[in-house]
Structure formats: C-alpha cells, structure tokens
C-alpha cells in the first residue's frame, strides 16, 4: 500500500502551515501532497481557506520530487478553461507532478454565502462529464474541439501539460466509478467498509478495459502507538460528539474507519488492499497540529 497526506485548507490553515505539511510528505517519502478545493467552510468565525491552485503553485516551486494533488476541484466554481489553464501552468511549474482532480461539487452552504450558482445534481452531473471531454480537448495536441450543452471550445491551448493524472472522485456505487474506469487516471473514493470498496472498484475495473486507473480511497486514520493511547483518543472523539466510546466506534466500524493500534491499523489496510485498493489517502484536518500530523504518518510508516 502507497500513502498520500490529505489536507482540508478551506477549515483552516496559512499557506506556510501548508507548506511545512507538504515538506512533511515529501520527506516521509510519501507519493503525494493533496488538498482539497473549497472557497469557504460553514463555521463562525470563518477560518482562512486560501485558494487550492494559488497554493499548488506555491508548492510546486518549494518541492522537489512528491506529487501535487488538488482532490477535488468542483466545476461549479471552476469553469473548465480556466482548471485546464491553472492545471497546465502549475503542470509546468512543477516539472509535470499534478495530479488534476475534479467533481460536482457538494458544498451548497459556500455557493449561497459566495453568490455562485449551484445547479441541480443531474445538471452538476452532465456539467462534470463535459468538463471532462473540454480538458481532455485542451490537452490534447493541436487545435482543440469540444462543443457541449455548457462548454465549448474552439482554440489550440497552450501551454500543454506535460505530466498531468487526471483523478475522479465520488462515493457513488455506478456513475462514478464507471467514469473514472472510462477516463480518468485515477479513481478515489471516500473511505469505506472493504467490501463496499470491492464492489466499487470491479464496476470501475470493468468500465476500464485494458485502461491501467489506479484505485486509491482517501480518509481520516486514528493510529495510536498503545491501547492506552488509542482509549483516550476515542475518549476525545466520544467527548467531541456527546456520545459513548462504544457508540463512537460502531459508527466508525460501519463506516469503515481506520483506527486502531499498528497491528490493527495493518490488519484493516490489508483488508482494503485485498479490495483492490492501491494507495491511501491519510486526510488530515488540523493543520496548526503538525507534530500530530508528524506522528501519525509515522506510526503509519512503521
């Protein structure tokens, strides 16, 4: 199993704290630093959620070899023009190490703060699926062509990317993961129980072919070093939520949550990757606790 660190700015977070997060990768030998694309999050006093691709290319002229991951970038803000001219830039900022996420979009609370439409599921939908066949004609070589219900394109667009991995993403049993079999690089789910994981992954298989798409799964983990450790940091999780220990960890096995001491931590990622699974995302939240952060991909390199 690969790992990845997954970063939520958009709750909180400086770019130098971003920084110091993607270092950490980079030095832990992780395959890649990923954040999230949010413009705004739900709780007052707003926190500072800096720009997803203004960061990205910040990172990709302060590190050397891990890969930049924006997961996901939504196309309800975004029009696909202006993800496939960000992509390519930092694309070339980097030395060809992004990998592009994109997606619906979800998060209904930041569009109506921000006045940006939020059309209906099956409009975000079709959206999605043509801001796919836009980029792919934008990158692709010569004169693009693409003209959809929303998008059209008509111009040879420069510059190209080089070393681009497209990611879809959702937790969507069908439409999703045969997208991402059908175009993308990479297919990402949210973190869940193995065997919903499996059943994801073959119907993504399926659509792919011959095609080779990598399958990740990005979540939190809760790796603690003793069982002492691992007692209080459910206590905490149980105390945040105002309910018992016990109750925190049903909910977190139904869902398919990874905690626990190494050896169970082990035992529940080679569950997944008998799934199919292939690299993990290890999300963390709270960038301001980076010896945190620090000792849980540790714990989870040993």
Known sequence: ??????????????????LRAARLAEAAGLHSFARSDHLAWSREPGPEATDAFATLGGLARETDRIRLTVLVTPITFRHPAIIAKNAATIDQMSGGRLDLGVGTGWNE??????????????????????????????????????????????????PKPTGIRLIVGGSGPKRTPTLAGARADEYN???????????????????????????????????AATDTELAALLGRAAGRRDIGVDEVARRWDAAG????????VTEKIAA????????????????????????MIELMRR
């Open 109 to 158: 609370y930041e569009h109506d703060a921000l006045g940006i439409p939020f059309p209906d599921s099956p409009e975000r939908w079709d959206r999605l699926v043509e801001a796919i066949d836009y980029l792919a004609a934008a990158f692709g070589e010569g004169r693009g062509r693409f003209d959809g219900t929303y998008y059209s394109l008509d111009l040879d667009v420069q």
């Open 257 to 264: 949550v990874i905690y626990g001491t190494p050896g169970q």
């Open 1 to 18: 199993m690969q790992y990845s660190l997954m970063t939520e700015p958009q709750m909180g977070g400086t770019y130098e704290q971003i």
């Open 189 to 223: 789910v949210f973190v869940c129980p193995a065997d919903e994981a499996r059943a994801k992954i073959e119907v993504m298989r399926a659509a792919a072919g011959d095609r080779e798409v990598e399958a990740t799964m990005m979540g939190p983990v809760t790796i």
């Open 272 to 295: 997944l990757e008998e799934a199919g699974v292939e690299r993990l995302y290890l999300q963390w939240l709270d960038l301001a606790d980076y010896e945190g952060m620090a000792r």
